[in-house]
T-cell receptor, first 109, second 114 residues
Framework: QKEVEQNSGPLSVPEGAIASLNCTYSDRGSQSFFWYRQYSGKSPELIMFIYSNGDKEDGRFTAQLNKASQYVSLLIRDSQPSDSATYLC?????????FGSGTKLNVKP | KAGVTQTPRYLIKTRGQQVTLSCSPI?????VSWYQQTPGQGLQFLFE???????NKGNFPGRFSGRQFSNSRSEMNVSTLELGDSALYLC?????????????FGQGTRLTVV
């Protein structure tokens, strides 16, 4: 079992819609959770991180963490074509970052 | 503040050769982690260095090694290259490598083994 699982997609949403990206992790002791965005041919860039159960909002992005169910999600409101990228979920546990394989998001104009 | 710098950006090597990749972290960051990214496997953790010591290691063969210098710059070496080593190699720096702060990635070195 992989430490971090993501649906590879692609997830297609129309411009202006809400995109919902999900991630599950295997180790209940995981401490912190990160979402990275990676454009094709580029390196990952951090969108946001979350440590505590609940929601954390930053502009159009909301991260949601549910430790009991071991999942973390990212909501993108008012999706734009420029949001089209692969979104990587990362989990920090025991001094290591574990990455999911990413979900490809396509936002159609 | 300068970001994470990786050199070279692109490399082409032949099987059996060795290669050294370099990563200069953000000033003040002491932790450098290395990752291999391939289309099939995603981002896989190679190792992490902190204060010149390898603190964590992933599940890669001994052909993959690294080191960190006193100025926190890190190098990664791959010996006896195989075709399957073709990948994007990314390094990430963070202040202390703990999960309370984010890791910043360099632009990567794309290695092609022919």
């Amino acid at each position: 079992q992989k430490e971090v699982e993501q649906n590879s997609g692609p997830l297609s949403v129309p411009e202006g819609a809400i995109a919902s990206l999900n991630c599950t992790y295997s180790d209940r002791g995981s401490q912190s959770f990160f979402w990275y965005r990676q454009y094709s041919g580029k390196s990952p860039e951090l969108i946001m991180f979350i440590y505590s159960n609940g929601d954390k909002e930053d502009g159009r992005f909301t991260a949601q963490l549910n430790k009991a169910s071991q999942y973390v999600s990212l909501l993108i409101r008012d999706s734009q074509p420029s949001d089209s990228a692969t979104y990587l979920c990362a989990v920090y546990n025991f001094n290591k970052f574990y990455f999911g394989s990413g979900t490809k998001l396509n936002v159609k104009p | 503040k300068a970001g994470v710098t990786q050199t070279p950006r692109y490399l082409i090597k032949t099987r059996g050769q060795q290669v050294t990749l370099s990563c200069s972290p953000i000033s003040g960051h002491r932790s450098v982690s290395w990752y291999q990214q391939t289309p099939g496997q995603g981002l896989q953790f190679l190792f992490e260095y902190f204060s010149e010591t390898q603190r964590n290691k992933g599940n890669f063969p001994g052909r993959f090694s690294g080191r960190q210098f006193s100025n926190s710059r890190s190098e990664m070496n791959v010996s006896t290259l195989e075709l399957g080593d073709s990948a994007l190699y990314l390094c990430a720096s963070s202040p202390d490598g703990q999960g309370n702060t984010e890791a910043f990635f360099g632009q990567g070195t794309r290695l092609t083994v022919v």
